[in-house]
């Protein structure tokens, strides 16, 4: 078992799709790069449009590495381009069951 991460995007006026395709470019990016431990991510939405995703890192060293890796960094930038990343609890889902 790895260490959980739960990622949490929202989208910049107008960049919802390109959100969405960064979103599908993550994880397979982590994957190519070793830096998760290869158990499915999860991808949800929220009703604001804000995307939740949630993945495993296979052990802190993993994490750090990804951290420098080019391509994940690449990602990140693009991330950085469409998205604000507000807390899990900003969500109006995490508020009930």
Known sequence: MGEVAIAVYR?????GTRLRE???????????GGFVT???????????GTIVEVFDW???ERKMAA???????QVWD????CARF???????EAGHP
């Open 11 to 15: 989208p910049k006026p107008g960049m």
């Open 22 to 32: 960064v979103v599908s470019r993550h994880y397979p990016a982590h994957l190519a």
């Open 38 to 48: 290869g158990q499915p991510a999860f991808v949800m939405r929220a009703a604001s």
């Open 58 to 60: 296979p052990s802190q």
């Open 67 to 73: 951290h420098a890796d080019p391509e994940m960094l």
């Open 78 to 81: 693009a991330f950085e381009a």
């Open 86 to 92: 507000p807390e899990l609890a900003a969500l109006a």
